[in-house]
T-cell receptor
Framework: GENVEQHPSTLSVQEGDSAVIKCTYS??????FPWYKQELGKRPQLIID?????GEKKDQRIAVTLNKTAKHFSLHITETQPEDSAVYFC????????????FGTGTRLTIIP | EAGVAQSPRYKIIEKRQSVAFWCNPI?????LYWYQQILGQGPKLLIQ????????DSQLPKDRFSAERLKGVDSTLKIQPAKLEDSAVYLC??????????????FGPGTRLLVL
């Protein structure tokens, strides 16, 4: 089955700086890669996703890059703000997301004011 | 649009007792997922339904866990008997499926279970 590894497990950055979280996946058939943000005690919420036919996607301060050859994808957050503090999960799925999501272990991001 | 609803939000039981969780997906969403999220880990799929049929239950501990989705809408997840290691948050998610952009899984607030 699919295995998703995520690094780092914790990340602290100064407000205004950039944060990068990296994930690797094992199943070459995976073709949909969402990122979820989970605040303490809250539900996971989708922040951005990418399909395997695209190498990069950007939405305001958030971007995701995908390297299919290396089976590697990353989340980039620029101009970080205190409200970006949360746990971020990457995930992978086959069938363009119409199958189960296999999640990484999460990255706790702390923005230092 | 209304989100995924779950109840109860919290449950404390003793080991060997039984417990049931309920989920109401977003209206019109054909696919429903139950995930288990142990503290400090990412969610792990327990079971996936499409309408009222099971698509994937390969990671469901069938000796103690059961789930159903009657009429292809609401779903219940049951644990009987519960073990200490079942302490976790049980998340329900739903998606449209079958349409471009329909792959997004929307999560409910979860049920936090503590087994003593």
């Amino acid at each position: 089955g699919e295995n998703v590894e995520q690094h780092p497990s914790t990340l602290s950055v100064q407000e205004g700086d950039s944060a990068v979280i990296k994930c690797t996946y094992s199943d070459s058939a995976s073709n949909y890669f969402p990122w979820y943000k989970q605040e303490l005690g809250k539900r996971p919420q989708l922040i951005i996703d990418i399909r395997s036919n695209v190498g990069e996607k950007k939405d305001q301060r958030i971007a995701v890059t995908l390297n299919k050859t290396a089976k590697h994808f990353s989340l980039h957050i620029t101009e970080t703000q205190p409200e970006d503090s949360a746990v971020y999960f990457c995930a992978a799925s086959r069938n363009f997301g119409n199958e189960k999501l296999t999640f990484g272990t999460g990255t706790r991001l702390t923005i230092i004011p | 649009e209304a989100g995924v609803a779950q109840s109860p939000r919290y449950k404390i039981i003793e080991k060997r007792q039984s417990v049931a969780f309920w989920c109401n997906p977003i209206s019109g969403h054909a696919t429903l997922y139950w995930y288990q999220q142990i503290l400090g880990q990412g969610p792990k799929l327990l079971i996936q339904f499409q309408n009222n049929g099971v698509v994937d239950d390969s990671q469901l501990p069938k000796d103690r866990f059961s789930a159903e989705r009657l009429k292809g809408v609401d779903s219940t997840l049951k644990i009987q008997p519960a073990k200490l290691e079942d302490s976790a948050v049980y998340l329900c998610a739903s998606s449209l499926t079958g349409r471009r952009g329909g792959e997004t899984q929307y999560f409910g607030p979860g049920t936090r279970l503590l087994v003593l």
